[in-house]
């Protein structure tokens, strides 16, 4: 007696079968219950009672943004909202419609709040005239760059050249210059005594686009390539993000892997900066954060311990990550 063995296909087809059919009824109830759309935490009306992620209000943040879902024919999609504190406390916000209904009414919102902003227990969203920050952030567009102003920092990111971002001041001192992606690449994997060839390459910018331009949140898409003297390859889009009253620039990196994956091993990826250091070596610390608990805190040039001593304020202030007292204050002025 003979059985035949199903082919790979055959398997594939009854497997599919039978996972959609074991599907099927979780796929209808969930039909079911978007049939009449997501209803939001309402506490009377329109209005939205939010909180922040289990119950706990950082103490402080870079800016915050999230999504709110709408029932079908509740709010048309060009619906303006305003924030507010339990207490009763505007809260400048800026809102977008992400999706909509097939009526055309509004299915999802994206709303955002700037650095520090609405750090309250609970808040509440409602349709109305948003508050304005008070120094909104600021977007600048001239044919060769974009310029960003937070309140706090300064950002221009040039249309064209290598660097993402030409340099980023605060307080009209420069903190960064010239930031750029790198790759690696190398053209094989080491196995035994062979060699292996490994090439750099850096971004080279085709766009920038400005997408949002406040007066809460500014995102700014820039689009390339990684490139060097005999290649490009590797297309990328990034988008800087940055938020009224922020010192920070969050950066999302995106790209698409068009090597060949039996040649074109990726053996690093990143963004560089070059950062200007005006301070005395002994005021220049570093700082790593881990997945645990706990800093690494060092400085580049330590004061303890050496064979003349500077003084225990000195040694305090570094310790502690401040600036030293000048040196004509320090007890052996011949420390370092």
Request: include cysteine; charged fraction near 25%; aromatic fraction near 6%.
């Amino acid at each position: 007696m003979k059985s035949e063995l199903p082919t790979r296909r055959d398997f594939v087809k009854n497997a599919a079968l039978a996972t959609a059919a074991l599907q099927l009824p979780s796929l209808l109830r969930a039909a079911e219950a978007a049939a009449s759309g997501p209803a939001p935490v309402s506490a009377a009306g329109d209005e939205v009672e939010l909180h922040w992620l289990e119950g706990q209000v950082p103490p402080v943040t870079t800016g915050a943004t999230w999504g709110v879902p709408w029932p079908r024919g509740r709010l048309a999609k060009d619906t303006a909202f305003a924030l507010r504190t339990a207490a009763g406390e505007a809260v400048p916000v800026q809102s977008w419609p992400l999706a909509t209904w097939p009526d055309g009414s509004l299915k999802w919102s994206a709303h955002t709040v700037a650095a520090d902003a609405g750090r309250a227990d609970r808040l509440v969203l409602a349709p109305g005239t948003p508050a304005s920050p008070a120094q909104a952030v600021r977007v600048t567009e001239t044919p060769d760059a974009v310029d960003v102003d937070t309140g706090v920092v300064r950002c221009r990111i040039p249309r064209q050249g290598a660097a993402l971002i030409a340099a980023i001041t605060r307080g009209g001192r420069e903190v960064a210059r010239d930031g750029r992606l790198v790759a690696l690449c190398d053209d094989g994997v080491a196995e035994g005594a062979g060699a292996v060839k490994t090439e750099a390459f850096e971004s080279e910018i085709s766009g920038v686009t400005v997408e949002q331009r406040g007066p809460v949140r500014a995102v700014v898409k820039v689009e390339g390539h990684h490139r060097n003297a005999g290649r490009s390859w590797l297309p990328f889009s990034v988008r800087l993000y940055f938020t009224a009253g922020g010192e920070a620039v969050r950066l999302m990196h995106s790209f698409v892997f068009d090597g060949d994956a039996q040649k074109d091993f990726l053996r690093g990826l990143g963004v560089r900066f070059r950062v200007p250091l005006t301070d005395p070596v002994y005021d220049r610390h570093v700082r790593l954060v881990g997945e645990a608990k706990g800093l690494l805190a060092e400085a580049v040039l330590g004061l303890t311990g050496l064979r003349r001593d500077p003084g225990e304020a000195a040694k305090q202030a570094q310790l502690a990550g401040r600036a030293c007292p000048p040196t004509s204050a320090w007890t052996d002025k011949g420390a370092v």
